[in-house]
């Protein structure tokens, strides 16, 4: 396996599951990401870890719980969420270059989710 | 918090024509601007970046021009192919620490005719 991939890549739950989603990159970087992907709505930044430690959550509802045990794998768990959390989960990696240089973000396909 | 206002939402031009997508930026500290393409079912991939200390940056058929006083750049596209159909999503961010937290437009969805 190459870049970035996410699995599952489809997921559909009831509002009382419990599910996990997973990403792994095998490009050695040290930063990861998830993403929300809703319809006509920007790309919304969820987390981010870097060099394991997360260093930002913007206000996520706390339905939706990050888990990084190493730099290679995420995970996004989810429990008792809301039918507005049906989406596209998309996971990125970058090799960050320091304060001078973001890096570029490497993508992967993405876990659709429906909650019902 | 960095706003990213992105123009127009959708764009149909016939093969062979430019396009041109526009996006404004809120922080006048954002020093980094990439463009994804996201084709339809597939994951969005950088396909050009311009940092604040140049104006323009050319590769092949696609220019990204910044204008850092009015807060604006720009994605061109010359001679359209019906391949170059797709989502772009324009994005600004500041260096910060080690990671890239990019904001996003909300995308403009191309759509090149023959």
């Known amino acids: 396996e190459t870049g970035v991939t996410q699995t599952p890549r489809h997921l559909v739950m009831g509002m009382t599951n419990k599910k996990s989603l997973k990403c792994e990159q095998h490009?050695?970087?040290?930063?990861m990401y998830w993403y929300k992907q809703s319809a006509k709505k920007p790309l919304e930044l969820m987390f981010v870890?870097?060099?394991?430690?997360?260093?930002e959550n913007n206000s996520v509802p706390s339905r939706f719980s990050p888990e990084c045990p190493n730099s290679s794998h995420l995970f996004l768990h989810l429990h008792t969420l809301q039918p507005e959390d049906s989406a596209l989960y998309l996971c990125?990696?970058?090799?960050?270059?320091?304060?001078?240089?973001?890096?570029?973000?490497?993508f992967g396909e993405g876990s659709r989710l429906t909650v019902l | 918090g960095e706003n990213v206002e992105q123009h127009p939402s959708t764009l149909s031009v016939q093969e062979g024509d430019s396009a041109v997508i526009k996006c404004t930026y809120s922080?006048?500290?954002?020093?980094?601007f990439p463009w994804y393409k996201q084709e339809l079912g597939k994951r969005p991939q950088l396909i050009i970046d311009?940092?604040?200390?140049?104006g323009e940056k050319k590769d092949q058929r696609i220019a990204v021009t910044l204008n850092k006083t009015a807060k604006h750049f720009s994605l061109h596209i010359t001679e359209t192919q019906p391949e170059d159909s797709a989502v772009y999503f324009c994005?600004?961010?500041?260096?910060?620490?080690?990671?890239?937290?990019?904001?996003f437009g909300t995308g403009t969805r191309l759509q090149v005719t023959l």
């Open positions: 990125a990696s970058s090799q960050a270059g320091g304060l001078a240089i973001p890096g570029e973000l490497f």
């Open positions: 490009l050695g970087h040290n930063a």
């Open positions: 311009i940092r604040s200390n140049v």
């Open positions: 870890y870097s060099l394991e430690e997360r260093v």
């Open positions: 994005a600004a961010s500041r260096s910060t620490g080690t990671a890239s937290k990019l904001t």
């Open positions: 922080d006048s500290a954002s020093n980094y």
